[in-house]
């Protein structure tokens, strides 16, 4: 009998540890990895921020190339009206883990903002900062601005569309059609499905509605806002 308390507080000892651990697991994944992506989004809008108020910032013609964008480096803001006046979240080159810690990814296969095309955005919708949280409040409509050093461009959505981790065809230049020529400019996001797990894909599809210079102001979509 002495063996089998001895057996059974030992049991109980490794379940207590064992439920410890896994609570402290919980609370970095829900917590923890929010706190850190937030820091480190905070990081990258206030660089871009900076970088946008240098004397010579836009300088460069319009029809220069840009330079490559190297993984990890912030390069716009992403702005959703419906998700709330405050909804700022910078992109970054690239959708590692280590990329989207730091705001929204873009799929460095794809083209950029205003290009004609598929731009494609990846974000989280839970832990990490959880930028997309919300996507599924979208509605055929609604406003998607990015800002770049220069300019503004406003997307608007076409349709959502759950679809499994494997349909890449959302990331065509035309999606669903690989062999088309591109003569539209769009931009598709993706974030995972259900929001607690990643059995599926949640897309959001838009197209370009309007391309605005920054020295005329504030897009339409953004009167009001911050």
């Not at 679809?163 to 065509?172: K, T």
Request: proline share 8%.
């Amino acid at each position: 009998m002495k063996a089998l308390r001895l057996a059974l507080r030992g049991t109980g000892e490794l379940l207590i540890t064992a439920g410890m651990l896994l609570l402290l697991f919980c609370v970095y994944q829900l917590v923890w990895t929010n706190v850190e992506a937030a820091r480190q989004q905070d990081a990258v809008t206030d660089r871009l921020s900076d970088d946008w108020r240098r004397p010579d910032a836009g300088s460069a013609p319009v029809t220069a190339p840009e330079p490559p964008l190297k993984l990890g480096e912030g390069f716009a803001l992403l702005r959703i009206p419906r998700l709330g006046d405050r909804y700022d979240v910078p992109i970054v080159e690239g959708v590692r883990t280590s990329d989207l810690s730091r705001g929204v990814g873009h799929y460095p296969r794809t083209p950029r903002p205003g290009e004609i095309g598929n731009v494609g955005v990846a974000g989280h919708r839970a832990t990490n900062g959880e930028p997309f949280r919300d996507l599924d409040r979208l509605r055929k409509g609604d406003a998607v601005v990015v800002e770049t050093e220069t300019m503004w461009f406003t997307y608007v959505v076409d349709r959502k569309r759950i679809v499994r981790p494997s349909d890449v065809w959302v990331l065509d230049p035309v999606p669903g059609k690989p062999q088309a020529e591109p003569t539209e400019r769009l931009l598709t996001l993706t974030t995972c499905n259900p929001r607690w797990a990643s059995t599926e894909r949640l897309i959001v599809f838009s197209h370009l509605e309007e391309m605005t210079p920054k020295s005329a102001g504030r897009p339409a979509a953004l009167a009001g806002g911050r």
